[in-house]
């Protein structure tokens, strides 16, 4: 027996979003998807496309980020940072290798790397929030880096843990301020990780003006 084709009008009400909202399991109406696509209309970009990053921009961005997730992989309270010399040492490490990246991505997008991406045209809101939410991801992750130098640099004189039981016997008040700051710049850098990510897909799903595509590592035919 031959499969049933489905009918036309099966298809008519089915543009991208409804069929997005059927995999997620949502029950969108005619109506709804029709505001939907008139909202998505009237934020799209209309003018000329984001210029590529300079594949030095591109590399250098990736490669920071791939560092950024094996850090929080091998986050101080995965390796037993503060009860094994080791472990601490290892985490400065990659701390050193990560103020090295950024530090390198930060001058360069203010120099040669040419800066944001975002068409001339774009939103005041758009080009503050961007900025915004930039500054703060940098500015986040020199503190957790400089909060965590300093608790390997005082954690031989102002800590004193029970190695085997990995248990923190006591620390100094500077050291509880080191720990203390590292911790909250960590879980700020969270938030502003989800707003950049949020960002992107606002860029890639509504906008539509190649600022997604700008930092692609492969050739996008929208920049080329």
Known sequence: MRPKRRKPQDRAFRPKTARSAAWAGLNIGEANLELINTIRGAWRHDGAMANKHTWVTKWVHWLAAALLLFAVITNGDVTGALFRPSAMQFEVYVGLAMSVCYGFLWLWSRGPGGGTR????????????????????????????????????????????????????????????????????????????????????????????GVMESIYLWRSKKNA
Do not use: C
């Not at 957790?144 to 008040?173: K, R, W």
């Not at 720990?179 to 606002?202: N, S, V």
């Open 118 to 209: 975002l068409p001339l045209t774009a939103p005041k809101w758009e080009s503050l929030l961007s900025r915004g939410v930039h500054t703060g991801l940098y500015l986040s992750i020199a503190a957790i880096l400089l909060t965590g130098f300093a608790m390997a640099y005082l954690a031989p004189t102002d800590l004193i843990v029970n190695g085997p039981a990995e248990q923190i016997l006591d620390m100094t008040s500077r050291f509880s301020f080191a720990r203390d700051a590292h911790e909250f710049f960590a879980g700020l850098l969270g938030w502003l990780f989800a707003a950049h990510f949020a960002g992107a897909l606002w860029h890639w799903f509504v906008r539509r003006d």
